[in-house]
């Protein structure tokens, strides 16, 4: 989409808001509300069956909601979505607050993702650009995005910092789906919640760490990726708490079983990742 955009079907559009990997998103008002309209690019991301779930039946106070999931000739299908002003997931925001308030953001994360799982659904593509921090006063609350999404692989577009953005963050049985599956519009009957265990687990490392967890040869191609993800293992030593982390070898072995490369290693379901999560929070010293 390279010309102007002043209209997706009924939605007059204030402004380009950004240009992702798999989307296009824009600003519109609708009443004096500001809304998103997020455009799929053809060829590289598709709308799943399972998103219109997303519109009333799977709601959770930090899942964003689809106001509505429409199609324009010209753009295919677009979801409409309340506007959040957000921080960009990364260092600029985790630098800044103590160890326990990032768990406390991934506790959030993980009980929105087990609320999903219980409806018999996966998000199945989390990544730092799906999760939204958004300030509210003295403190950031945390908003799911983007479900119901695949991307249509080709090995011409998923290469390098596109493949480190996308799969990089996907668990590897999903990867194997999708590449075989390229036009089906479902997620694998067997789809499980410990893909999303996977996926929180890697995004939950980049934000205690400050990087992403490969190295930038581990992304050359999709075999080196899926090379590098059997043989990943976690090991922390430090994180951004003043007081250091008490916990540290629950703490990567929570991590490496989360990003096991064989989903039967991985935590089965969120209630094993959340208690045994919550309890490596840091005690705070007292003055």
Request: proline share 5%; net charge negative.
């Amino acid at each position: 989409m390279t010309e102007e955009v002043t209209q997706i079907g009924e939605y007059q559009i204030e402004r380009k808001l950004a240009s992702g990997i798999s989307s296009e998103l824009y600003l519109a008002k609708v009443e004096n509300v500001f809304r998103v309209i997020k455009v799929l690019k053809p060829g590289v991301a598709k709308k799943l069956d399972e998103a219109a779930r997303f519109e009333d039946e799977i709601v959770h106070n930090n899942i964003v909601r689809y106001e509505a999931i429409k199609f324009d000739p010209r753009y295919q299908f677009f979801f409409v979505t309340h506007y959040y002003p957000n921080r960009p997931f990364g260092p600029r925001v985790f630098s800044t607050i103590s160890f326990n308030e990032t768990i406390d953001l991934f506790l959030k994360v993980a009980e929105a993702l087990r609320h999903v799982h219980s409806f018999g659904t996966i998000h199945g593509n989390l990544k730092p650009s799906n999760i939204l921090l958004v300030r509210v006063n003295a403190h950031y609350e945390v908003m799911l995005n983007d479900f119901g999404i695949a991307y249509i692989y080709d090995e011409e577009y998923f290469k390098g910092t596109v493949l480190q953005k996308t799969f990089g963050y996907m668990a590897p049985e999903l990867i194997s789906y999708w590449v075989k599956e390229k036009d089906t519009t479902t997620l694998p009957e067997n789809a499980h919640p410990t893909s999303d265990v996977y996926s929180f687990g890697i995004c939950l490392i980049e934000a205690l760490t400050g990087k992403f967890l490969f190295e930038e040869d581990e992304t050359r191609d999709l075999d080196a990726l899926m090379s590098a993800k059997y043989r990943k293992r976690v090991r922390l030593t430090a994180v951004n708490s003043p007081y250091g982390v008490t916990k540290i070898r629950e703490l990567n072995d929570l991590l490496t079983r989360c990003i096991a490369y064989d989903p039967a290693n991985r935590p089965s379901s969120m209630d094993e990742v959340i208690e045994p999560l919550r309890e490596c929070k840091t005690e705070v010293l007292e003055a």
